[in-house]
């Protein structure tokens, strides 16, 4: 708010050894000569926008330029250090027996720099040949992208629910009966990594989950949305730990690929499109997806359609039959299990795609994970608590406790 100040202090010096400034120590002031009220402030303000926004809300703020764009990126980078110790040391609130305990990982790619591109993305981009002069085709869109995983853990009362609480029968409803809601997610805890492979972000959401529930006394959901990869990593992680899972297959995704068939016997505007996918869907969710399955390959074939006309609806026969083990909603509905995975799609898009996905940004390995990590903590709710730890911390880092005995007063 001030600018610049310029202070004179006392230093304890001897042969060999740094100086030891203890009113530095006292003031607890950052090797940076920015604030830690101005560090604060540049914190919040990139993790919700733009640097260059970001730049000029502090100058509003502050009536000088205190900070440029560089060392506001700087700034952000140092605050983000301690989040994994922060997130180690933290001890959850215990919760009941019954209370669900529900795990849900997403992905979501940031356009990077090409110099802090994946090796085999790298590779990649190296090999694709340019189809257009003036702008990239699709496949050269992904090859500027690096995954950035993302997982959620939070707690949940049970919901018995039936299919029709899901979905409404054909004609819609009646009015004489209210849809019983499902369950409703409390004590969220995001986490996300750019820099680390899922690997770890997964194993990360475990030692949160497993924080809560230290005995395994709980009920494990998981929430996939059918990536072979994850799923793989899930299993491990899970067989690692000797706790038993529940994985459920997202039902959102589900009901995607179902209007995507629709659409290969009915026309897009079609309102029997609606009751086609809706009475296929109670089916799955009525735990009887292989009889779906048959009944979209059967109607395939009786109406003679090509193999490029019912190519949506082979996708979706084959995505039900290569997750059929995760489809049996009748059993997680009875058992009030959440079935939709919609708390780390919010997240991806809120963590992701708000900030990190803004027009015109390309990111670094270090300057992506920086905000990424300090969005989830915000999210979180955990920033207050988060930066009097990390400023202890930094206090620690600086001001290490000295044997002042080896010290003489001088000016």
């Not at 969220?188 to 230290?214: G, M």
Request: aromatic residues 6%; proline residues 6%.
């Amino acid at each position: 708010m001030v600018g610049p100040v310029t202070i004179t202090r006392c230093a304890l010096r001897a042969p060999g050894l740094p100086n030891c400034y203890p009113a530095d120590q006292v003031l607890g002031l950052p090797r940076e000569r920015h604030s830690l009220g101005l560090r604060r402030l540049v914190v919040l303000e990139a993790a919700r926008g733009s640097y260059d926004h970001a730049v000029e809300a502090i100058g509003r703020r502050c009536g000088t330029r205190a900070v440029g764009k560089r060392q506001a990126e700087q700034l952000v980078r140092t605050a983000a250090v301690d989040i994994a110790a922060f997130d180690a040391a933290r001890t959850p609130a215990p919760a009941a027996g019954t209370t669900l305990l529900v795990l849900s990982v997403d992905g979501k790619g940031i356009v990077m720099r090409p110099g802090h591109l994946r090796e085999a993305t790298r590779r990649a981009a190296e090999r694709a040949t340019r189809t257009f002069r003036t702008r990239l085709s699709a496949g050269e869109k992904t090859c500027r992208k690096r995954m950035a995983t993302l997982a959620v853990v939070h707690d949940a009362d049970p919901a018995p629910r039936r299919p029709h609480d899901i979905i409404a029968p054909p004609g819609g409803r009646t009015g004489r009966r209210t849809p019983r809601k499902g369950p409703k997610a409390r004590a969220k805890w995001l986490t996300a990594s750019v820099r680390n492979d899922a690997d770890k972000v997964i194993a990360a959401a475990f030692d949160q989950a497993e924080a809560r529930d230290p005995q395994h006394r709980r009920s494990w959901v998981v929430l996939v949305d059918g990536a072979a990869h994850q799923l793989e990593l899930i299993r491990a992680e899970a067989a690692r730990r000797k706790v038993e899972i529940h994985i459920v297959l997202d039902f959102v995704h589900v009901l995607e690929k179902l209007w995507a068939a629709a659409r290969c016997f009915h026309t897009a505007t079609d309102p029997a499109a609606e009751d086609w996918a809706g009475a296929k869907a109670a089916r799955i969710l009525a735990g009887d997806a292989p009889g779906a399955v048959g009944d979209i390959h059967a109607e395939a074939d009786r109406t003679g359609l090509s193999p490029d006309q019912r190519a949506a609806a082979d996708r979706a026969c084959r995505y039900l039959e290569n997750n059929a083990a995760y489809l049996h909603y009748d059993k997680a509905l009875e058992a009030g299990w959440p079935i939709a995975s919609g708390t780390v799609e919010g997240a991806a898009r809120h963590l992701i795609a708000d900030r990190l996905d803004i027009t015109g940004s390309r990111w670094s390995v270090c300057g992506a994970e920086a905000v990424l990590t300090l969005r989830a903590v915000i999210s979180n709710g955990d920033f207050p608590q988060y930066w009097t730890f990390h400023t202890h911390r930094e206090r620690e880092r600086l001001y290490p406790a000295p044997d002042q005995a080896e010290y003489d007063l001088t000016a």
